[in-house]
């Protein structure tokens, strides 16, 4: 199975800036596309970013110029550097990857408990 673990949310002011970390750990064979999706209280759930192995990114309109994805592959871990933030992206923050557990596998999502970013004005 993989485990996710995500670190670096909290409360700050409008303005401000914070990095998320998100660790992928467990048995597994690889893991491709590995992202962020926040769900803003009373909404759905939705994508804030995704980097491919490869370093493709896709960025939410929302968020782009102010949110940056990145990850390292050797370390197994995915970042979200939040600058500029704003009252409205006020969230629980989650992790997902893309991962085989074995080389004959299809690949899964798997997602963290999450983090909360909590921005005020």
């Known amino acids: 199975q993989v485990q996710l673990v995500e670190s670096g949310g909290g409360l700050v002011q409008a303005g401000e800036s914070l990095r998320l970390s998100c660790v992928a750990s467990g048995r597994f064979f690889s893991i491709n596309t590995m992202g962020w999706y926040r769900q803003c209280p009373g909404k759905q759930r939705e994508l804030v970013a995704s980097v491919t192995t490869g370093g493709f990114t896709n960025t939410a309109e929302s968020v782009k110029g102010r949110f940056t994805i990145s990850r390292d592959n050797a370390k197994n871990t995915v970042y979200l550097r939040m600058n500029r933030l704003e009252v409205e992206d006020t969230a629980v923050y989650y992790c997902?990857?893309?991962?085989?557990?074995?080389?004959?596998?299809?690949?899964?999502?798997?997602w963290g408990q999450g983090t909360q970013v909590t921005v005020s004005s």
């Open positions: 997902t990857v893309e991962a085989r557990l074995t080389f004959t596998s299809g690949y899964g999502n798997y």
